[in-house]
């Protein structure tokens, strides 16, 4: 990892059966977003309490903010 790791919040879909997915804007495969397994898609929020409003205005219930690092 670098010295100065890049830092976000993402919402996660947890799931039983496998690795988690989270909630992406790029790209075309949904209309307004879609779920992806690729971390470096998904939208980032600098702070928790932003993907937590973000989550709460979609009304999703089982998506939950997480912290990333990249580097």
Known sequence: MSENPETGWLCEMPSRSGPPTWW?????????????????????FARKEDAQAYIDEAGWTEIIPTEHQWG
């Open 24 to 44: 992406s804007l790029t790209d075309t495969e949904g209309d307004g977003g879609y779920f992806t397994s690729d971390s470096s898609k998904a939208l980032r």
